[in-house]
């Protein structure tokens, strides 16, 4: 099992920029993939990044060329890095944790950060 806790939302204005950073409660080393994905209000969560533990990365379209998803294993925690935020960006932002044993996936999920993007 993992913990997760994510930091570093707020309120920033269009433009701006916010660091996201979710901290894992063990080493995230062979964790097989942690991601971002985000809820906006009345909508389906949805990915925004991901980060494999070899350090293949991707990202939904929609934030391509703007954020960057990075880890530091050290700290055991993954980082999303958001720059030119657009109000669209407004969403409670979540960590994910996947790991595989077996065939089976174990998917584990931080509480949430806030993200709000004034015009």
């Known amino acids: 099992q993992v913990q997760l806790v994510e930091s570093g939302g707020g309120l920033v204005q269009a433009g701006g920029s916010l660091r996201l950073s979710c901290a894992a409660s063990r080493s995230i080393f062979n964790i097989n993939t942690m991601g971002w994905y985000r809820q906006a209000p009345e909508k389906q969560r949805e990915l925004v990044a991901t980060v494999s533990s070899g350090g293949i990365t991707s990202y939904a379209d929609s934030v391509k060329g703007r954020f960057t998803i990075s880890s530091d294993a050290t700290k055991k925690t993954v980082y999303l890095q958001m720059n030119s935020l657009k109000p669209g960006d407004t969403a409670v932002y979540y960590c994910?944790?996947?790991?595989?044993?077996?065939?089976?996936?174990?998917?584990?999920w931080g509480q949430g950060t806030q993200v709000t993007v004034s015009p």
């Open positions: 994910k944790a996947a790991m595989w044993s077996g065939s089976t996936r174990y998917d584990y």
